[in-house]
């Protein structure tokens, strides 16, 4: 029973972050306002943490997931975790003191990097609490069938999706600007919409 | 700097996913991981400078 237990929450740590990911995106086009490079960093160190269970549910490809399995897979969720609760902080900081506004609108009140590093905070007591009964939530008697397939995928395309975003953002640039106002792919191009797409506001 | 970190995520993932070999999955993760310092660091010396 809790050898299923953990394999569900694995899942449910990937969707999570998923639909964390996602929200991004909803911010980021429907509000149009453009990530600076700590937030696409945020967002990197995300995708690093869920590597940790999406590790956990690749193993039960091969058969039952082995304690090692296990730990490892939290344990890189916990390193990737302290590094984008690192990032947050940095940003937090940056814009601390009043009357900076702050990068962005903010969200229920608080700014995406500290939601971002709530998250982040999140992660660490999840793993830490998985680690503890680590015994007990190992995956057995698991499969990998299509719910873990429909995660998997969604994690994957979420991952291209951010790709794509990015290169829209950075264009043939190797860094981003501190305070990115325009997608770079588009902008002089000739194209129909080109100009609103590439004129974006930085919030 | 950020589409090349994303691709090799992208890899990561894929090779995750596909249950590959321990040792492989490390190795790529903790490629983009040391890019991501590498990036972060960059933006710390590019922004305000911090004092310990």
Same mark, same amino acid.
Request: charged share 10%; aromatic share 12%.
């Given at each position: 029973?809790?050898?299923?237990?953990?394999?569900?929450?694995?899942?449910?740590?990937?969707?999570?972050?998923?639909?964390?990911?996602?929200?991004?995106?909803?911010?980021?086009?429907?509000?149009?306002?453009?990530?600076?490079?700590?937030?696409?960093?945020?967002?990197?160190?995300?995708?690093?943490?869920?590597?940790?269970?999406?590790?956990?549910?690749?193993?039960?490809?091969?058969?039952?997931?082995?304690?090692?399995?296990?730990?490892?897979?939290?344990?890189?969720?916990?390193?990737?975790?302290?590094?984008?609760?690192?990032?947050?902080?940095?940003?937090?900081?940056?814009?601390?003191?009043?009357?900076?506004?702050?990068?962005?609108?903010?969200?229920?009140?608080?700014?995406?990097?500290?939601?971002?590093?709530?998250?982040?905070?999140?992660? @660490? =007591?999840?793993?830490?609490?998985? #680690?503890? +009964?680590?015994?007990? &939530?190992? %995956?057995?008697?698991? $499969?990998?069938?299509?719910?873990?397939?429909?995660?998997?995928?969604?994690?994957?395309?979420?991952?291209?999706?951010? @790709? =794509?975003?990015?290169?829209?953002? #950075?264009? +043939?640039?190797?860094? &981003?600007? %501190?305070?990115?106002? $325009?997608?770079?792919?588009?902008?002089?191009?000739?194209?129909?919409?080109?100009?609103?797409?590439?004129?974006?506001?930085?919030? | 700097?950020?589409?090349?970190?994303?691709?090799?995520?992208?890899?990561?993932?894929?090779?995750?996913?596909?249950?590959?070999?321990?040792?492989?999955?490390?190795?790529?993760?903790?490629?983009?991981?040391?890019?991501?310092?590498?990036?972060?660091?960059?933006?710390?010396?590019?922004?305000?400078?911090?004092?310990?």
């Amino acid at each position: 029973m809790t050898g299923r237990l953990g394999f569900w929450l694995a899942h449910l740590f990937v969707l999570s972050y998923c639909g964390v990911l996602l929200a991004g995106f909803v911010v980021q086009f429907g509000a149009d306002e453009l990530p600076c490079p700590l937030c696409i960093l945020q967002r990197q160190a995300m995708i690093l943490v869920m590597c940790g269970p999406l590790y956990i549910i690749g193993r039960t490809r091969r058969g039952d997931v082995t304690l090692a399995d296990y730990t490892m897979g939290y344990g890189m969720s916990i390193v990737a975790a302290v590094v984008g609760a690192a990032v947050a902080a940095r940003q937090i900081l940056l814009h601390i003191a009043p009357p900076d506004p702050g990068y962005g609108s903010a969200v229920l009140g608080l700014h995406l990097y500290t939601w971002s590093f709530i998250t982040f905070c999140v992660v @660490l =007591v999840f793993c830490g609490v998985s #680690l503890i +009964f680590g015994r007990e &939530l190992v %995956p057995r008697g698991v $499969r990998f069938g299509w719910p873990s397939k429909v995660v998997c995928g969604l994690f994957l395309l979420i991952v291209a999706a951010n @790709l =794509v975003a990015v290169f829209f953002e #950075l264009g +043939f640039h190797w860094f &981003l600007p %501190p305070d990115p106002t $325009r997608y770079e792919t588009f902008h002089g191009l000739p194209l129909p919409g080109a100009a609103a797409m590439s004129g974006g506001a930085a919030g | 700097m950020a589409i090349l970190i994303f691709a090799v995520l992208l890899l990561a993932g894929w090779l995750t996913v596909r249950g590959s070999g321990r040792g492989t999955i490390l190795a790529v993760w903790a490629v983009a991981l040391c890019a991501v310092l590498v990036v972060f660091n960059h933006h710390m010396a590019a922004k305000l400078s911090l004092n310990f």
